[in-house]
């Protein structure tokens, strides 16, 4: 079996596509996901979570199993796009345009339908990831304590990371993880997440009664799910 992490290419039609294997003790079948490429010449390929007992051989004849959708998959991922002066970005689902401003002091801002920079050109990047991230905190910390006060708990401290693998966690003390992505996404999507984990300092399963309390926290909890599994990967497409 191969090695947890190691990444080998397979041929599907003509085309070379990394596969990463990954093996997960709790996993129940085999999954493959897309795995975009970060820049810098990763190419965009798949990662394929294998449950205990699979093999390597699994992993590649499921791969192959499934190349259609696998390369539709590939082929439907934008070029990268970066935080830079032109470039249109999401942000909570409406897209706008990066535009430097000289000769104004004041950070980051929308105004007239565009995401403002000021400061010098190289700078643009850093200081629009910094004001989503501060943004998605702002969000992101008022949702968390307003459902954790609908259900009478006490969340923990929150923290946000660039994570792909989850777009929120919630540890066994009450602290709770969100990717800072989020808040590229439409806001709903951001509320359900929130819903998901705040609802996870009561319920620590995903049983009928955990998803009962997502339901009861957020409105349009399905739609989020189902934004997530279409769309959620596009996300780390910028910056």
Known sequence: MAATGQTRSID?????????????????RLIIRLKPGRGNGEADGISVTLPPGAKEAD????V????????????????KVPFDDGTVIPFLGTDYPIR?????????????????VSGRHEHVPRRVRDWIKREARRLIASKVKQKAGVLGVRAGRVTLRDTRSRWGSCASNGNLSFSWRLALAPEFVL?????HEVAHLVEHN?????????????????????????????LHRYG
Do not use: M, Q
């Open 206 to 234: 995903h049983g009928p009664g955990f998803w009962a309390l997502v339901d009861s926290l957020t409105d349009r909890g399905k739609e989020g799910r189902r934004w997530l599994r279409r769309s959620g990967e596009t």
């Open 59 to 62: 992993a590649i004849r499921f």
């Open 12 to 28: 599907l039609d003509g085309r070379s596509v990394p596969v990463a294997l990954r093996r997960n003790g709790r996993a129940r």
């Open 191 to 195: 509320d359900y997440v929130v819903a």
């Open 100 to 116: 430097r401003v000289s000769g104004k002091r004041g950070g980051v801002w929308i105004e007239d339908g565009e995401i403002c």
């Open 64 to 79: 192959e199993e499934k190349k259609g959708w696998v390369l539709a998959s590939l082929a439907s991922l934008t070029p």
